[in-house]
């Protein structure tokens, strides 16, 4: 029979029953016997045990450490099952409490944060728990996450573990043969040049795997190069550093999309990956053992074949691939049309009237720079958007790492919180930066700029994490709508184009010499369907969004196809997740995984 999950909802006192926390609670104490306790009870693979230290609608979350998967298991039943599937076969073993202390982010939370480290047969793993509060005075867990970090015999090889032996002039030739791959094929082709597919690459490359990035472009970070000139990424230094090689400390907080582009280029080189440019993968068929025949077309005409197993999809939610809304009339129109990711600067179109129809981060960016150049633009927004200020929403926001925290420590921290929790909490730090952007929002409001709160009131992430898109965080261009520089449009649908502009379903019209669409991208799935077949891409699950559980679809992991991989993400998740979706092409490679062996 079937069973109702617990509500999702946060461990308030008053839902725990608890008047207050002990502020002088020795949290290490309460830790480190909570842990003994987990640990003999998985020693002795007792489930109901294990069990009696969690709370009826704890959450677990792992990634990889016992499923092989990213699942998240809510309330004592899906726990229950999973330890009566899993608990046995992966032979856990060897905890380590490595800190714990008390927490309070609101006077109704309370936990005590747990960090420890811990083996399973194959891996070295580490994980996270909260325990908090009952009626009794004691502890039990809300939240446990586990995480493998690497495989047994198979660490990366960094620190201790890197190449001590000096090399004498043999180094420039040894790169440019191994760059070529002049006397084998890679293990892993990898599709894209960006920040998903350089993260792949140099965890292949410290894990031994060899691999090969496919860039189209001529140089690694032509993707963010030639896009519009006014682009700088909104996420804060912190949260953007590249595995292994931080930013340099004097990196901007906010990185101007020319700059990032170059740091690609040299860390490619500085990391040596292999990578070729100005090259594009025209067809790649699976075989019978479900390894890949790939050809690859260089610039000069000639092609190769490669013979890998593994073949990694690095082109980014979008896929490169623009959204062209349709409407009647287009042949009419006398302007021109551009998409944004065409866009390059205002100075393209001085003296020119500009429709804008989109209401997001391309959007704005692209209307304040038009500003600037003194170029008359109107933005129509389609629906509603979520809109908070970087200098108010992201401290809060990103906390975990923002102002400089180890951006690794930082990425499990925030793992640790599953998804659906981390979103209860969301809804009050929406609401606090909502009350110190109050009069950015009023004034929107005021002149009738449609907002929204996120999924359910849950910010800009819970946007990002189902739909890629659909916020604006605002470094200036939403005070040029309130003041009317940005001229705004909305209230009724695109019903054509007219000669001039376009025509509104209220019968309503714009006039525009340009109209830029800031409209998104289709999804990477038309330019896998012409890469590997329709056959291919249809056994694909979806990609991006949720789960039911609260974890993302397909990426980073199993996608349905054996030996098919998908990377993508911001810097941050492409950072932490490589290393996950690195971590399981290595274990096929040493027989330590076949995908039957998933708990999915």
């Known amino acids: 029979m079937a069973t109702t999950a617990p509500p999702i909802a946060l461990p308030t006192l008053d839902r725990l029953g608890v008047k207050a926390v002990p502020t002088d609670v020795d949290a290490e104490q309460v830790a480190s016997l909570w842990l003994e306790s987990l640990a003999q009870q998985i020693a002795n693979n007792n489930v109901d045990g294990v069990l009696s230290l969690f709370a009826p609608d704890a959450w677990w979350r792992d990634m990889l450490a016992l499923t092989w998967e990213f699942r998240t298991f809510h309330g004592a039943a899906k726990i229950s099952k999973l330890l009566q599937d899993r608990l046995a076969t992966a032979k856990l073993s060897s905890f380590k409490l490595t800190s714990a202390k008390l927490e309070s982010p609101y006077p109704d939370l309370a936990w005590i944060l747990g960090q420890f480290t811990f083996e399973s047969e194959v891996g070295t793993c580490s994980g996270i728990f909260r325990l908090v509060p009952t009626a009794s005075g004691s502890w039990t867990a809300f939240t446990f996450y586990t995480n493998l970090e690497d495989l047994k015999g198979f660490e990366e090889r960094v620190g201790p573990r890197r190449n001590f032996l000096p090399n004498h002039g043999k180094w420039l030739d040894e790169r440019k043969r191994?760059?070529?791959?002049?006397?084998?094929?890679?293990?892993?082709?990898?599709?894209?040049?960006?920040q998903s597919g350089i993260d792949v690459a140099v965890r292949m490359k410290l894990m031994g795997v060899p691999a090969l990035v496919i860039e189209k472009n001529a140089r690694i970070g032509d993707q963010w190069r030639y896009r519009y000139q006014a682009l700088c990424l909104h996420d804060p230094v912190w949260y953007d550093h590249m595995p292994y090689m931080p930013f340099p400390p004097s990196w901007p907080v906010y990185t101007p999309a020319h700059k990032l582009a170059n740091w690609l280029e040299s860390y490619a080189e500085a990391m040596e990956l292999n990578v070729w440019t100005s090259s594009t993968v025209t067809k790649a068929e699976q075989d019978g053992n479900n390894?890949?025949?790939?050809?690859?077309?260089?610039?000069?005409?000639?092609?190769?074949?490669?013979?890998?197993?593994?073949?990694?999809?690095?082109?980014?939610?979008?896929?490169?691939?623009?959204?062209?809304?349709?409407?009647?009339?287009?042949?009419?129109?006398?302007?021109?049309?551009?998409?944004?990711?065409?866009?390059?600067?205002?100075?393209?179109?001085?003296?020119?009237?500009?429709?804008?129809?989109?209401?997001?981060?391309?959007?704005?960016?692209?209307?304040?720079?038009?500003?600037?150049?003194?170029?008359?633009?109107?933005?129509?927004?389609?629906?509603?958007?979520?809109?908070?200020?970087?200098?108010?929403?992201?401290?809060?926001?990103?906390?975990?790492?923002?102002?400089?925290?180890?951006?690794?420590?930082?990425?499990?921290?925030?793992?640790?919180?599953?998804?659906?929790?981390?979103?209860?909490?969301?809804?009050?730090?929406?609401?606090?930066?909502?009350?110190?952007?109050?009069?950015?929002?009023?004034?929107?409001?005021?002149?009738?700029?449609?907002?929204?709160?996120?999924?359910?009131?849950?910010?800009?992430?819970?946007?990002?994490?189902?739909?890629?898109?659909?916020?604006?965080?605002?470094?200036?261009?939403?005070?040029?709508?309130?003041?009317?520089?940005?001229?705004?449009?909305?209230?009724?649908?695109?019903?054509?184009?007219?000669?001039?502009?376009?025509?509104?379903?209220?019968?309503?019209?714009?006039?525009?010499?340009?109209?830029?669409?800031?409209?998104?991208?289709?999804?990477?799935?038309?330019?896998?369907?012409?890469?590997?077949?329709?056959?291919?891409?249809?056994?694909?699950?979806?990609?991006?969004?949720?789960?039911?559980?609260?974890?993302?679809?397909?990426?980073?992991?199993?996608?349905?196809?054996?030996?098919?991989?998908?990377?993508?993400?911001?810097?941050?998740?492409?950072?932490?997740?490589?290393?996950?979706?690195?971590?399981?092409?290595?274990?096929?490679?040493?027989?330590?995984?076949?995908?039957?062996?998933?708990?999915?």
């Not at 040029?480 to 054509?496: A, F, H, P, Q, T």
């Open 291 to 600: 390894e890949w025949n790939v050809t690859v077309e260089k610039a000069d005409g000639t092609t190769r074949v490669f013979h890998v197993k593994h073949l990694v999809f690095s082109i980014g939610l979008g896929g490169n691939n623009p959204k062209f809304p349709k409407f009647p009339g287009q042949e009419d129109y006398q302007g021109e049309i551009i998409h944004s990711i065409y866009h390059n600067s205002a100075k393209d179109h001085l003296g020119k009237k500009v429709l804008i129809v989109g209401a997001c981060t391309s959007a704005h960016d692209i209307a304040a720079d038009y500003v600037d150049y003194g170029v008359d633009v109107t933005m129509y927004q389609r629906e509603s958007t979520y809109i908070m200020t970087t200098k108010e929403g992201m401290p809060r926001t990103l906390q975990t790492w923002w102002g400089g925290s180890d951006p690794d420590a930082a990425d499990r921290m925030d793992a640790s919180m599953p998804i659906y929790i981390n979103e209860e909490i969301s809804k009050r730090v929406t609401k606090e930066i909502a009350e110190a952007d109050k009069e950015i929002l009023e004034g929107l409001e005021k002149v009738g700029f449609k907002l929204n709160y996120g999924h359910e009131g849950a910010g800009f992430l819970s946007h990002t994490r189902r739909r890629g898109g659909g916020y604006y965080l605002d470094v200036g261009a939403s005070q040029l709508v309130i003041d009317g520089k940005i001229k705004l449009k909305n209230g009724s649908e695109i019903k054509r184009y007219t000669k001039t502009g376009l025509e509104f379903e209220d019968g309503s019209r714009v006039d525009a010499d340009v109209i830029v669409f800031a409209t998104g991208f289709e999804g990477p799935q038309p330019i896998i369907a012409r890469i590997c077949g329709q056959e291919i891409a249809d056994r694909i699950r979806p990609i991006w969004g949720l789960t039911p559980e609260g974890e993302f679809q397909t990426v980073w992991r199993d996608t349905g196809v054996p030996n098919f991989w998908i990377m993508m993400g911001n810097l941050a998740w492409c950072r932490f997740h490589s290393k996950h979706l690195a971590l399981q092409i290595k274990a096929i490679e040493e027989g330590l995984l076949r995908n039957e062996e998933r708990y999915a």
């Open 178 to 194: 191994e760059r070529e791959f002049a006397d084998s094929d890679p293990t892993v082709l990898i599709v894209g040049g960006g």
